[in-house]
């Protein structure tokens, strides 16, 4: 058995959902001179599964980071501008917050009124390093990239989680 403690840290920082989201969002923005781009585009650019990224980018419409319209002439494109839109915005808006988190040290939902004894310092915690997300943009994740949309490289396709 694999000794956990010596073991390198594989903390996974976005759910695969929230990662497909970023990526589409990034072709996006780097296609925003062409209007509508149809959800099988950027799914085969980013090499995501198709069915799995349509869902993800309705997701994102719905919740009014994109526009959308269907059809044979249909497609994606921004609706909110890259410098006005944080990572944090695009992760929040397909990944689901459960609204009583468990608590560290007991079987019991996270009560802030009722703090535990790591409740203080955990949210300390969770806030520093989410306050990254908070502050950049997608204009600044695309800033100084001097490749066009092939700069995306496809990703091996996977399973939602």
């Known amino acids: 058995m694999r000794d ?8 996974p920082i976005l759910s695969q959902t929230a990662e497909h ?52 002439r249909g497609g994606f494109a921004l609706r909110v501008a890259p410098g006005a839109l944080s990572t944090a915005q695009v992760v929040e808006a397909v990944d689901e917050v459960v609204a009583a988190a ?33 502050e950049t943009t997608i204009a600044d994740l695309l800033a100084g990239s001097e490749e066009g949309p092939a700069a995306i490289p496809p990703r091996p396709p996977s399973t939602p989680d």
């Open 4 to 11: 956990i403690l010596n073991a390198p840290a594989r903390l």
């Open 21 to 72: 989201a970023l990526r589409a969002v990034l072709y996006l923005a780097r296609n925003r001179d062409r209007g509508l781009v149809s959800a099988t585009e950027v799914a085969e650019a980013l090499g995501a599964p198709p069915n799995y990224l349509a869902k993800t980018l309705r997701l994102l419409a719905k919740r009014g980071l994109l526009r959308s319209l269907r059809g044979a």
């Open 102 to 134: 468990t608590c560290l040290v007991g079987d019991r939902p996270c009560d802030p009124a009722q703090p535990c004894a790591t409740h203080h310092r955990w949210a300390e915690l969770r806030d520093r390093v989410l306050a990254p997300m908070t």
